[in-house]
């Protein structure tokens, strides 16, 4: 009697899934698994009018034929190859933004790699209980996913503001509190236009400045007068300085000049721009009045958000181990 092939359920299971997965994906799933802009630069990519998921879903597809059929050998070669062009996407996710979705497509691809490999060395060896030896190719994928998934964690550590109007102010101003430049600008802005205030720490006295600003803050001083009676902050004991607040505090800090850098800049004041500023808006439309009726002297607490455009030039910066000279 002729002896029946052997069904590998594990791996057809996990080729099904992942098959479902990708088909769902090609025709725009509706749940948001992803966190990160990888998702919107690689879901129309396609590869000679092919899109990557129909291609994913067609690879599944042939592995789980091969786990149906039960060709271990066979299923190695095609998983070697997906695992392969995998490779490819990650270390192109790793120059650009990574995939959530991708990654976890790559997952699927190793899972049955290993598995088709397990059983093909099991049938050669025919020692059930026997591993296969290292991989190259799953060394490699699992660098590579290391670092994509190190990237799309690090694009989720959001910047810290100092100010509770982060999510409305349409500009950013990243600050050292030693910095005077950081602080002429401060006392300029606060309170006048439509600034989010981020601190970092250009050096470890920056630190204990901030949290005294904090302090400050928290019985009702402004952002400008916190900044200037913090000025002489005493450094805390060793006991303070490891405090849950101050460590907290320190990597909210962190991210921020992280995140100076990676915008390639490493000086302060450092301004983003999160659309048009309103404070533009307001001068652009003064303009014309202005050329015509002499503007009469205004005294400084009445100066508004209108009569502060930013100008284009760049009168300080601050960098460096010192943050000014």
């Known amino acids: 009697m002729k002896r029946s ?182 006392a300029l802005l606060s309170g006048r236009v439509d600034v989010a205030f981020y601190p970092l720490a250009e050096s470890e006295s920056d630190l204990y400045k901030t949290a005294r600003m904090l302090r400050l803050m928290d019985n009702g001083a402004s952002i400008a007068e916190a900044l200037a009676k913090a000025q002489d902050a005493p450094a805390p004991s060793v006991l303070a300085a490891t405090a849950p607040d101050m460590l907290l505090l320190r990597l909210r800090m962190l991210r921020n000049k992280a995140h100076v850098f990676m915008a390639g800049s490493q000086t302060v004041p450092f301004f983003e721009y999160h659309g048009l500023p309103t404070m533009l808006k307001k001068t652009a439309k003064q303009q014309p009045e202005q050329a015509v009726v002499p503007a009469a002297p205004v005294s400084s607490p009445a100066i508004g958000s209108a009569d502060l455009p930013l100008e284009p030039q760049v009168d300080g910066q601050c960098s460096g181990a010192t943050p000014c000279p």
Request: some cysteine; proline content about 3%.
């Open 5 to 186: 092939h052997q069904i590998f359920p594990g791996i057809l299971s996990l080729a099904v899934l992942a098959a479902g997965f990708c088909i769902w994906s090609a025709f725009g799933n509706e749940v948001n698994l992803c966190v990160t802009s990888g998702c919107a630069l690689f879901q129309d990519t396609s590869i000679a009018g092919i899109s990557l998921w129909w291609a994913g879903g067609i690879t599944f597809a042939a592995l789980g034929a091969a786990a149906l059929m039960g060709a271990a050998q066979l299923g190695v070669v095609l998983a070697g190859f997906a695992l392969l062009g995998d490779i490819g996407l990650l270390l192109l996710m790793s120059v650009t933004a990574p995939c959530v979705s991708c990654l976890i497509v790559a997952c699927l691809f190793a899972m049955i790699y290993c598995g088709f490999r397990q059983v093909a060395h099991r049938t050669r060896s025919g020692m059930p209980n026997e591993k296969p030896g290292l991989s190259v190719l799953l060394l490699i994928w699992g660098l590579l996913v290391i670092v994509n998934v190190g990237t799309a964690l690090r694009t989720q550590a959001d910047v810290w503001a100092i100010t509770d109007n982060s999510t409305d102010a349409t500009v950013r101003m990243f600050f050292s509190p030693s910095c005077p430049s950081c602080q002429e600008g401060i």
